[in-house]
């Protein structure tokens, strides 16, 4: 038993080795792509504007639902030590600092990273990049590297936009219907929260995010076999792969952004 199970755990770690030095070949060959693409920005502001404009409404649903909660729980926690009016700073920095980035990463993942991998999976499985390569036209440089920057630029307006609806939720939840003190609500977010500290490793946190959603949206779907079910399990792990490494380096950056007290 113990013979079968050590050549399978090898052959495991050999083709796991072997996707992740081949998804960095991938990402540098991207990167060098992409001052090609910055002279077509064109095709750039039409990539932002497929992931970015076309996901505004569940981010902006998303966002006053989770500032909807904040408000109503946190209140309920913070009135039991006699901090209702902390309830503003509670909210905001729960956004701009976790939620904000986080679960607007898992639903790019979820909406813009599905759609992604599909496209350029189909566009293989069509042979559409192979067409591409025939006229002398590199499909990394013409396809992906506007997508992969649409996708950069995208989440971090998209985490703003969460975070900003999200305040605005549990501003009416606390203040409107609960009936905190909107001075308090805003005078201690105003004071509490930093712009660089919080804010700006926010918006650190969402740009990290937006690189590696998109990339494994982009390398998943360029991988992808060319029949149905090799682009139906493309997007599957796009999912997965997505989401864990979001989690994974939100810890990551967590630890390094907020270790130390002010």
């Known amino acids: ?18 996707r ?9 060959e991207l990167l060098k792509n992409t001052p090609a693409a910055l002279r077509r920005f064109y095709l750039v502001v039409a990539q932002i504007h497929a992931i970015g404009n076309y996901s ?38 729960s956004l701009v600092r976790e939620l904000g980035p986080v679960v607007t990463a898992l639903l790019f993942a979820g909406r813009a990273g599905t759609s992604l991998t599909a496209e350029i999976g189909l566009m293989k499985a069509g ?24 996708g950069i630029i995208a989440m971090p307006l998209l985490a703003a936009m969460f975070s900003a609806v999200g305040i605005f939720g549990g501003y009416v939840v606390g203040v409107l219907l609960i009936g905190v003190d909107p001075g308090q609500f805003w005078s201690q977010m105003q004071s509490g929260v930093d712009v660089w500290d919080d804010v700006g490793n926010g918006m650190i946190k969402s740009f990290v995010f937006g690189v590696t959603c998109t990339f494994v949206a982009l390398y998943e779907g360029f991988e992808a076999e060319a029949t ?15 989401s864990l490494a979001v989690l994974l380096l939100d810890f990551v950056l967590t630890a390094v952004m907020f270790s130390t007290p002010r």
Do not use: N
């Not at 500032?67 to 926690?77: D, E, H, R, S």
């Not at 042979?127 to 396809?143: H, Y």
């Not at 149905?228 to 997505?242: D, K, L, M, W, Y």
């Open 228 to 242: 149905p079910e090799g682009v139906a399990h493309a997007t599957t792990r796009t999912v997965v792969i997505s």
């Open 56 to 93: 505004v409404l569940i981010i902006a649903a998303s966002g006053l639902a989770v500032g909807f909660v904040l408000g109503l729980q946190g209140y309920y926690t913070l009135s039991r030590y006699g901090a209702a009016e902390s309830l503003g700073l509670l909210v905001a920095l």
């Open 1 to 18: 038993m113990l013979a079968d199970v050590l050549p399978r755990l090898g052959r495991w770690a050999m083709g796991y080795l072997y």
């Open 127 to 150: 042979e559409q990049l192979a067409a591409m390569e025939m006229m002398a036209i590199d499909p990394k440089q013409r396809v992906l590297a506007p997508r992969l920057l649409g």
């Open 20 to 28: 992740l030095g081949h998804g960095a070949f991938f990402f540098v």
